[in-house]
């Protein structure tokens, strides 16, 4: 074999680790988890911010292995899952199987490292996504709600690493990633319709991209809004932010209630891209402007 195709091989190989471990999923969760230690921690402890980090990616790469192996044969029918490494072939489900089962044992030891309550929670999310969520969606437009439980968990996570403690503020922060996953993922079963139906999935609410579908978009966006401020009014314990801050994360809200409501006017693929877009920038912004507020008000 020639130096050209060890090094394509290798290539392949990583392509394929990252592909059945969604990375850039993950590292959006790890990113998630870390913002929530920050708003929770005295003192940062560099050492259980890279536990955290590395607990908190091989939980998401399980729970994705796990989910890949099986849709395996729902992946093959939908034009975005088809090349994936075991669809393709360029992976056995075995091979799959022992990479979601070493990643799940290791995080959730690793999490433990931290606490018992990081790795009770690491490994309900594990548990949730891959026996629940991963099955209902061929069955039911509920699987969503189902799925935003792990999805809403990193966020919360990084706060009990923090405390050793769930009370109301990682509970809050909960369900801030909780009511957002909606306009995100259903703004993602909209552009992906047809594709999510050649296997079979319900990921919008109504089952069609109709006004009701639209209608609920909406709704749950003004509910992330009004979760994402309250905060500012000091009824969440040691989570706190400034009604500058909050100001801030209502001008976000606004921006991402404008494409909600303009998908409702013209129920377009290119409105729903640009609805997820916003929700992503939201949440991104939302978490750093939580952690910037913090740090400034301690250090003033």
């Known amino acids: 074999m020639s130096v050209t195709q060890v090094n394509t091989v290798k290539t392949s190989v990583i392509q394929d680790f990252k592909e059945i471990t969604k990375m850039r999923l993950a590292i959006s969760v790890v990113f998630s988890s870390v913002a929530g230690y920050l708003l929770g921690v005295d003192t940062i402890s560099w050492s259980t911010l890279l536990l955290l980090s590395i607990g908190g990616y091989l939980m998401v790469g399980a729970s994705n292995a796990f989910n890949q192996i099986i849709e395996r044969d729902l992946d093959v029918l939908m034009d975005r899952t088809k090349n994936r490494p075991i669809p393709s072939g360029r992976m056995s489900v075995n091979t799959a199987f022992a990479i979601a089962t070493i990643f799940t044992i290791t995080g959730i030891t690793v999490l433990y490292t931290i606490n018992a309550q990081t790795a009770m929670f690491g490994a309900v999310s594990i548990f949730v996504y891959a026996s629940l969520y991963t099955p209902l969606k061929t069955k039911t437009p509920l699987a969503v709600f189902v799925g935003a439980i792990p999805g809403a968990i990193p966020f919360m996570l990084g706060w009990v690493a923090a405390t050793n403690d769930f009370g109301i503020e990682p509970g809050t922060l909960f369900m801030v990633q909780f009511f957002w996953q909606f306009p995100h993922f259903w703004a993602i079963g909209w552009f992906l319709y047809e594709d999510y139906q050649k296997g079979g999935f319900f990921m919008l609410p109504t089952g069609k991209k109709d006004k009701g579908t639209a209608i609920q978009i909406i709704i749950y966006t003004v509910w992330t809004i009004v979760t994402s401020i309250i905060p500012v009014f000091g009824v969440t314990g040691d989570l706190y932010i400034t009604p500058v801050s909050g100001v801030l994360i209502l001008v976000l809200g606004v921006f991402l209630l404008r494409y909600a409501i303009r998908l409702h006017k013209d129920r377009q693929t290119?409105?729903?891209?640009?609805?997820?877009?916003?929700?992503?920038?939201?949440?991104?912004?939302?978490?750093?402007?939580?952690?910037?507020?913090?740090?400034?008000?301690?250090?003033?």
């Open 270 to 300: 290119k409105t729903a891209k640009q609805l997820m877009l916003a929700s992503v920038s939201y949440i991104t912004l939302l978490q750093i402007i939580y952690v910037a507020d913090k740090f400034i008000r301690e250090w003033i």
